[in-house]
Each structure stands twice: as structure tokens, then as C-alpha cells.
């Protein structure tokens, strides 16, 4: 387990590559973001995107993907209060290949919850030609390593 | 077709109904946020939640979802640039049925692009009770009118 004391400020590390699916752009925005530039190219076609691209919300998704299971070991997160600044900067199309570059800005014990710290991190989702296509900060509540209730 | 011209600073609308099930949260949290309060019903029990919670991004994607339904589907959106912030403020949990409260804060034409024009909203999810679990400060692009009608190239 990562825990607050294991990650230290400027930490910058990057995690991935996750391959875009056209199957799961469409299985998820079918789901959640049903609209046609989501759906297939010939809706695409006349729009910003050109062609199929994923659903904003799928590529934070898919970023999370990367920030939850691309270290190590597993993060000891408690969750998280919300993100900022969340910016969909390039459309991501299928068959793209997604990495995420996270860097620890700032860390702080919990006033209220002595057992966890929050860690503020700076996220990248960046593409194979090194374009950033989404970013935003979030902050992370990580258990402490000697509190043994999550051990 | 809803444009741009058709929203309106100060206005309030409230729509959506959805069921959130265990299924569904256990689903997207092995998919793509895989805590152990996401996906595993009992491992949840000994989390500061004492059970199963919801994926912040799952509430964000249900959210999309009644957006679309009930907003976007009959407009001429053209995507969103992003949210200055979303804020999760209560947990959601299998059993709840959550829906949308929709604020037009402020609107502009683009100058790069005058045939799309910005519209800023204050998002609140809201649950059966009518408590507020999460809150989105997002942007959306839309058509003008007049730009479809040829009126602007």
C-alpha cells in the first residue's frame, strides 16, 4: 500500500499507456454521454471532432484507470473531495494511446481526520504525439501508514 | 433544435431520475476505479463509509447521462471545454435515485468562433432526499441560431 508519508512533493511519476477501445468509446457513451460525436464517425463527421471520439468523462475515467492501478502497489485513497481545472484540451479518438502524468503539488495531514493526509495532484492525460488532451487537479485522501484500520 | 440563443442567464431547471444500482457502481469501479469501497460490498463495510460508495466520476457520468436526456439531445452541442470544479459532497450509494438541478450562470459568444456560443452552468446532483452530492461548475458549446441559418459563416 502507498500511503500519505510515501508520496513526497514535485513527485512527479507517469503511469500507462492504456490503448482507446472504439468498442468501449461506444459501450460507454451509449451509457453516459449518448451523443452522436460519441456514437460513430458518420455522426462525427460534420462536428469539432471529425470522428468517433470518446466522451470527456470516459477519458477521465480512463485516467483514473491509470492513476488507481498504475503504481506498485495499491494507494491507500480514502477518496477524494472533488477536481479543478478539469480542461478536455483535444478530442481522443480510438486506437489512441493514453498516459497519465501526475505530480504531487502540495501535501497536508487532515486537521479533522488524524488518520489520513490529503495530497494535491496536478494530472496530465497526455497522447503517442506527447499532446496533452485533458487535465485538472484533484485532491486525494490518503491513509496514514500507522493506521492500522485500513493496514 | 435548442441554440445558444435559447438559454438564459438566471434560469432553473430541474430534471432526471436514476436508479443507481450495486451492479452499476461494482461495474465502472472494477472498470476504471477499482477501491475497495467501489467494488467489493463487504470489504466496504470496513471503510470510513461503512459500505459501498459510488466512483466520484460514476456520479459525474450519471449526471452526463440526464444532461443528455433531458438537455442536449434536442440541442445543437458541440462538446464542452471542461468544469472549473466538481465537487463530490456526499457519498452515493446503491438504492439512490439521484437528479439534476441546472443553473444558467452566465453566457457569451465566442470571439474565435462566432457561429458557437459558451454557456456557463452550476450543476447539482441531487438525491431522493434532495440532498446535494455533488456539484459541477461546467461550460458547454452550442450552435447559433443564426449561424446554422447561414447567417454567419
Same mark, same amino acid.
Given at each position: 500500500m502507498i500511503h500519505y508519508e510515501d508520496l513526497e512533493i514535485d513527485q512527479c511519476d507517469t503511469f500507462g499507456t492504456i490503448t482507446v477501445d472504439a468498442d468501449e468509446v461506444v459501450e460507454f457513451a451509449r451509457r453516459y454521454d449518448p451523443q452522436r460525436f460519441h456514437l460513430s464517425d458518420e455522426g462525427a463527421r460534420?462536428?469539432?471532432? *471529425?470522428r468517433l471520439a470518446a466522451s470527456g468523462w470516459h477519458t477521465a475515467a480512463m485516467t483514473m484507470k491509470l492513476m488507481m492501478t498504475g503504481r506498485e502497489a495499491q494507494l491507500?485513497?480514502? *477518496?477524494?473531495?472533488g477536481l479543478e481545472?478539469?480542461?478536455?484540451r483535444r478530442p481522443v479518438y480510438p486506437e489512441d494511446l493514453l498516459r497519465a502524468r501526475v505530480t504531487v503539488t502540495d501535501k497536508r495531514l487532515s486537521r479533522s481526520r488524524p488518520e489520513m493526509g490529503l495530497v494535491h495532484f496536478r494530472v496530465e492525460t497526455i497522447n503517442q504525439d506527447d499532446v496533452v488532451v485533458m487535465s485538472f487537479t484533484t485532491v486525494s485522501m490518503l491513509a496514514r501508514r500507522d493506521n492500522q484500520a485500513l493496514a | 433544435m435548442r441554440y445558444w440563443e435559447d438559454f438564459e442567464t438566471g434560469a432553473v431547471a430541474c430534471y432526471g431520475a436514476y436508479h443507481v444500482t450495486e451492479d452499476e457502481i461494482v461495474t465502472f469501479g472494477r472498470a476504471y476505479d477499482p477501491l475497495p469501497f467501489h467494488i467489493d460490498p463487504e470489504a466496504a463495510k470496513a471503510s470510513p463509509y461503512g459500505r459501498l460508495t459510488a466512483p466520484g466520476l460514476l456520479i459525474c457520468a450519471i449526471f452526463m447521462r440526464m444532461l443528455v436526456d433531458n438537455v442536449l439531445a434536442d440541442a445543437a452541442s458541440m462538446g464542452s471545454?471542461?468544469?472549473?470544479a466538481v465537487t463530490w459532497r456526499l457519498p452515493v450509494c446503491a438504492g439512490d435515485t439521484l437528479s439534476v438541478r441546472q443553473e444558467t450562470l452566465s453566457m457569451r459568444v465566442l470571439?474565435?468562433?462566432?457561429e458557437l456560443g459558451l454557456v456557463s452552468n452550476r450543476f447539482q446532483v441531487l438525491n431522493q432526499t434532495g440532498e446535494i452530492v455533488c456539484e459541477i461548475m461546467s461550460k458547454g458549446l452550442f450552435g447559433r441560431r443564426e449561424a446554422s441559418a447561414g447567417a454567419v459563416s
Amino acid at each position: 500500500m502507498i500511503h500519505y508519508e510515501d508520496l513526497e512533493i514535485d513527485q512527479c511519476d507517469t503511469f500507462g499507456t492504456i490503448t482507446v477501445d472504439a468498442d468501449e468509446v461506444v459501450e460507454f457513451a451509449r451509457r453516459y454521454d449518448p451523443q452522436r460525436f460519441h456514437l460513430s464517425d458518420e455522426g462525427a463527421r460534420d462536428t469539432y471532432f *471529425g470522428r468517433l471520439a470518446a466522451s470527456g468523462w470516459h477519458t477521465a475515467a480512463m485516467t483514473m484507470k491509470l492513476m488507481m492501478t498504475g503504481r506498485e502497489a495499491q494507494l491507500a485513497s480514502l *477518496g477524494s473531495p472533488g477536481l479543478e481545472d478539469l480542461r478536455w484540451r483535444r478530442p481522443v479518438y480510438p486506437e489512441d494511446l493514453l498516459r497519465a502524468r501526475v505530480t504531487v503539488t502540495d501535501k497536508r495531514l487532515s486537521r479533522s481526520r488524524p488518520e489520513m493526509g490529503l495530497v494535491h495532484f496536478r494530472v496530465e492525460t497526455i497522447n503517442q504525439d506527447d499532446v496533452v488532451v485533458m487535465s485538472f487537479t484533484t485532491v486525494s485522501m490518503l491513509a496514514r501508514r500507522d493506521n492500522q484500520a485500513l493496514a | 433544435m435548442r441554440y445558444w440563443e435559447d438559454f438564459e442567464t438566471g434560469a432553473v431547471a430541474c430534471y432526471g431520475a436514476y436508479h443507481v444500482t450495486e451492479d452499476e457502481i461494482v461495474t465502472f469501479g472494477r472498470a476504471y476505479d477499482p477501491l475497495p469501497f467501489h467494488i467489493d460490498p463487504e470489504a466496504a463495510k470496513a471503510s470510513p463509509y461503512g459500505r459501498l460508495t459510488a466512483p466520484g466520476l460514476l456520479i459525474c457520468a450519471i449526471f452526463m447521462r440526464m444532461l443528455v436526456d433531458n438537455v442536449l439531445a434536442d440541442a445543437a452541442s458541440m462538446g464542452s471545454p471542461g468544469c472549473d470544479a466538481v465537487t463530490w459532497r456526499l457519498p452515493v450509494c446503491a438504492g439512490d435515485t439521484l437528479s439534476v438541478r441546472q443553473e444558467t450562470l452566465s453566457m457569451r459568444v465566442l470571439e474565435s468562433r462566432p457561429e458557437l456560443g459558451l454557456v456557463s452552468n452550476r450543476f447539482q446532483v441531487l438525491n431522493q432526499t434532495g440532498e446535494i452530492v455533488c456539484e459541477i461548475m461546467s461550460k458547454g458549446l452550442f450552435g447559433r441560431r443564426e449561424a446554422s441559418a447561414g447567417a454567419v459563416s
